[in-house]
DNA sequence: TATTTTTGTAACAAAATTGTAAAAAAAACT
DNA sequence: AGTTTTTTTTACAATTTTGTTACAAAAATA
């Protein structure tokens, strides 16, 4: 609903019903979210390893190759939420089975209001781990300190010769993925990828305005940059010394 | 209230389908528990009693010992949460008619998500009772205390400077989350699933409508927070200085 | 020096985020 | 049961952030 077409989120349907499909792909993308579908299996699994969807709701009951087997495969490479979809008569022991690998379940008939809130519920979690994960839990030191520039990655906070400054998020991630390299020349391309995110594909002088903004912010003559530097032709680097 | 690799909480678990208990075993150390494993119901009560695990997951049907009988076991000398695995509805009504003490049960077929909300559901209890029992008898306040902002975790009440301020549970358990850990910057994912639970599936937006409500009771000025503070883009956070 | 390429910058437009109130729903309490 | 309190959802406005564009300035190149 609030998502731009560059990071909609993507969810794998697979189902051979094609009814179901297609109310499930208009709710969906109503929703604000992007849908892949498979019919079977085996396409399934192709699908789901080549286009690394966000979510995969799985019937159990599939052609050619079935729920369980496809469970697997796809967890086996990657660490995907996976949503069942199960009819209430079918065998206890299969489902249970299949249920303990994937990360919720729901039993048809289901509500489309209550699918919804178990996609989003999952999604979300998925955030979370990433965040947490990522920055604090792991017992990282995490500040990052290059001469006169601090960055404190659990405040999000910024100081420049110990004066607290304001930055934006994406202004604070391009410092932290530059200061995390001190010295290393990045390129607006690789910039872009790491902090804006691989499928972003805005324009690349996007970056020089960012850069234009922090520095406005961190430096005291953005004329003559003594923290955020321009190598030419290259990119951007952190002076280390 | 996170855990470190010292205390991680040990789960029993009671099952005498194996491959049931390796997925449960997986997700369980996924999740960061230490886990024990039982095959029938008389090693079960051995391990409970030798080892204390801090849950017990408990399937009815078992070789040697029945669920029931083993529940009754454990209980007759530990005080530890146990949750009932049941395959049919009518075995409920068993559980709950023989009084046996049984904290909680999951019916088979269940998601990993499902069973881990219980499971988190129930050593929650276990801490407040802990927290309640041992901390208040000893004297120990039970206090949280940052800047002009004091909580007692007994008593859940929260006082700022002094002044004491009549917050819901919802409200308390926001604050005394984001206060545990002040200046760190909480995501409103990391709110969902710590204070409101791993299961919910509502909107993510409530957090900032309870955050409103905190702020119209402990700021003087709402629009210029000065204890719970916004970090846009990311979250929020309780200012510590 | 003139030309081309690259970078800096400001201004505007678009998009995302947050604050807020009020209605609706759910839960707790008589 | 009905009543009150708490919580969630929803909608909208205000604010902030971000992206785009056009042009200027600087550096590199011929």
Same mark, same amino acid.
Do not use: H
């Given at each position: 609903m ?15 019903e094609?009814?179901i499909?297609?109310?499930?792909v208009y709710n ?6 992007k ?9 399934? @699994?192709d ?9 995969? /709701?799985?019937?159990i009951?599939?052609?050619k ?6 469970c697997?495969? @796809?967890?086996?490479?990657?660490? @995907?939420?996976?949503?069942m ?16 690998g ?7 008939p289901?509500?489309?209001r ?8 999952n ?23 290059v ?5 404190? /990655? ?12 304001d ?6 991630e #391009? ?9 290393? #020349?990045?390129?607006?391309? @690789? ?18 305005v ?9 430096e005291?003559?953005?004329a003559?940059p003594?923290?955020?530097?321009t ?5 951007y ?5």
């Amino acid at each position: 609903m609030e998502q731009t077409n560059e990071n909609k989120k993507t969810i794998l349907i697979v189902d051979d019903e094609k009814p179901i499909v297609d109310i499930l792909v208009y709710n969906l993308e109503k929703e604000g979210y992007k849908t892949l579908e498979a019919n079977d299996g085996l396409t399934a @699994v192709d699908i789901a390893l080549s286009q690394k969807p966000d979510l995969i /709701l799985l019937d159990i009951m599939l052609p050619k190759m079935d729920g369980l087997t496809v469970c697997k495969k @796809v967890r086996a490479t990657l660490n @995907v939420p996976i949503l069942m979809l199960t009819a209430k008569d079918e065998e206890i022991d299969k489902i249970l089975g299949l249920e303990l690998g994937a990360d919720d379940y729901i039993t048809k008939p289901f509500s489309v209001r209550e699918l919804m809130a178990r996609i989003k519920a999952n999604l979300r979690k998925t955030d979370a781990r990433v965040a947490t994960n990522e920055d604090s839990e792991k017992g990282n030191a995490n500040k990052i300190e290059v001469g006169e520039l601090q960055l404190n /990655l659990d405040k999000f906070e910024t100081k420049v010769s110990g004066e607290i400054i304001d930055l934006t998020i994406r202004e604070f991630e #391009v410092l932290k993925f530059l200061a995390s390299q001190p010295g290393q #020349v990045v390129t607006r391309e @690789v910039l872009l990828e790491k902090v804006w995110g691989y499928e972003y594909y805005g324009d690349i002088r996007t970056v020089d305005v960012t850069v234009r903004r922090i520095r406005g912010k961190i430096e005291k003559d953005t004329a003559n940059p003594k923290i955020l530097v321009t190598k030419r032709g290259v990119g951007y680097y952190i002076k280390n010394n």
